[in-house]
Nanobody, 124 residues
Framework: QVQLVESGGGLVQAGGSLRLSCAAS????????MGWFRQAPGKEREFVAA????????YYGESVKGRFTISRDNAKNTVYLQMNSLRPEDTAVYYC?????????????????WGQGTQVTVSS
């Protein structure tokens, strides 16, 4: 069982930056591939970024490539999402997710554990 708790969301102006954190419980964090997703009102959950279990590989959604960076610190059981050059269309609830294994997965249903989400609002 893994519990995930996101933090770091908030209100920021367009062009600004935020860093989201996702703290995980459990002693086997380093065996879980991690992902970030987001969901805006009335829209489907969208893949943002994924990172392998040991952090040697990453993958990004097209809309955030070059602006967002996913990273992890397995000693702290935490995964991060650094978001730069934010745009109003980045406004959404951001979720982190975990699944056992090392794949870089973009489909929400393939993840086993989810956090409660953190709101990111980008004003124009």
């Amino acid at each position: 069982q893994v519990q995930l708790v996101e933090s770091g969301g908030g209100l920021v102006q367009a062009g600004g930056s935020l860093r989201l954190s996702c703290a995980a419980s459990g002693r086997t964090f380093s065996s879980y591939g991690m992902g970030w997703f987001r969901q805006a009102p009335g829209k489907e959950r969208e893949f943002v970024a994924a990172i392998s279990a040991i952090g040697d590989r990453t993958y990004y959604g097209e809309s955030v490539k070059g602006r967002f960076t996913i990273s992890r610190d397995n000693a702290k059981n935490t995964v991060y999402l650094q978001m730069n050059s934010l745009r109003p269309e980045d406004t959404a609830v951001y979720y982190c997710a975990a699944r056992e294994g090392d794949g870089l997965l973009t489909v929400p249903r393939l993840y086993t554990y989810w956090g409660q989400g953190t709101q990111v609002t980008v004003s124009s």
